[in-house]
């Protein structure tokens, strides 16, 4: 049977915070259950929100956690461990504006930081596991991402050497989600080595093709690259696993384009929206995803340069609502079709 996709789900990272109802599991679900939302994406790293030590360990904790989810009338969709996975591999360039990302303990010390995000990713796997999840969502890191422009001149072999080296990081980490049947799902997102579908492809041949090696799909990131999202679904299909909906524009002047000239949030020539305020096909995009099957759920992020968070995410519910296709089991010209045999089509056509 057609599998119709799940949603709407929220990202909750862009909106946890200290103050109530953002502060707690409980609270902010029922702030999202509230709005429309029925599935709630959970930042491993907020402690405010979740302890993924212990939900790696104690299945009675994750119970809890989805009881609390239950209570506000949404599902877990997935867990994101994208700050872990951004630290196992840390150009040296971003060890200082990375380290923020990590415990105190390890600051200052590269080395000790991958090896904590390397166990975190882990425990993320178990995690997932525990609570019957089947995706996890993350980042790749980056090692040649500060040689992405051609100049001065690359040395040749840098960035093979750079993907060998990020394939030799994650196969452990990959298998380990493979074992605890999950599908590890990587946003492709400028930052990361693996930043589009080109580098994608070297990151998996780096992974040996590891099934679960798979893609968080979010189009914001490629319409700011230019970069066709639409026929990206087409030819990636089949490792898109986790969907993020988040809207971008793109307004190029005669005095910048792609790069955006340093320019803050506001004054780039590419930046983020609310769903809605951008430029993001979405009605292409929903009806690639449920023509390839893509039956998980749709997750909004929110980051938007412009619009208050809180008009964003009450927005976002309808919006995602509007947009799910409920794949039908039926073709639209069934009526006109029969019973047929092959004497019949042979003499349809003529053939003796």
Known sequence: MPSTMKGPAIFLAQFAGDAAPFNTLKSITSWAGDLGYKGVQIPTPDARL????????????????????????????????????QLVAVHPAYDAQFD???????????????????????????????LGLMACVSFTGALAFP????????????????????????????????????????????????????????FLDAVGGHRRCNINYDPSHFLLQQLDYLAFIDIYHERIKAFHVKDAEFNPDGRQGVYSGYQGWLGRAGRFRSLGDGQVDFSG?????????????????????????????????????????????????DFAGGTSDRAMLRKMMGIE
């Open 100 to 130: 923020g990302f990590a415990p105190a303990a390890v600051h200052g010390n590269p080395k000790a930081r991958q090896q904590w995000a390397v166990e975190q990713m882990k425990l993320g796997a178990k995690a997932s596991q525990n």
């Open 147 to 202: 040689y992405l422009y051609p100049w001065p001149q690359r040395p040749a072999g840098l960035i093979e050497e750079a993907f060998t080296e990020l394939g030799k990081r994650w196969t452990p980490i990959l298998d380990a989600y493979d074992e605890a049947g999950v599908d590890l799902c990587f946003e492709l997102h400028p930052g990361e080595d693996a930043f589009d579908g080109a580098t994608f492809e070297m």
């Open 50 to 85: 979740f302890d993924l030590q212990k939900a790696a360990t104690s299945k009675t904790y994750c119970d809890e956690v989805r009881g609390i989810c239950a209570d506000a009338g949404v599902e877990i969709t997935e867990l994101s461990t994208h700050l872990q996975g």
């Open 285 to 333: 995009i929903f009806s690639r995803l449920a023509q390839h099957g893509y039956d998980s759920w749709a997750v909004l992020e929110w980051e938007c340069c412009l619009k208050h968070p809180e008009d964003g995410a009450a927005e976002g519910a309808p919006f995602i609502e509007s947009h799910i296709i409920r794949v039908t089991d039926k073709a639209f010209d």
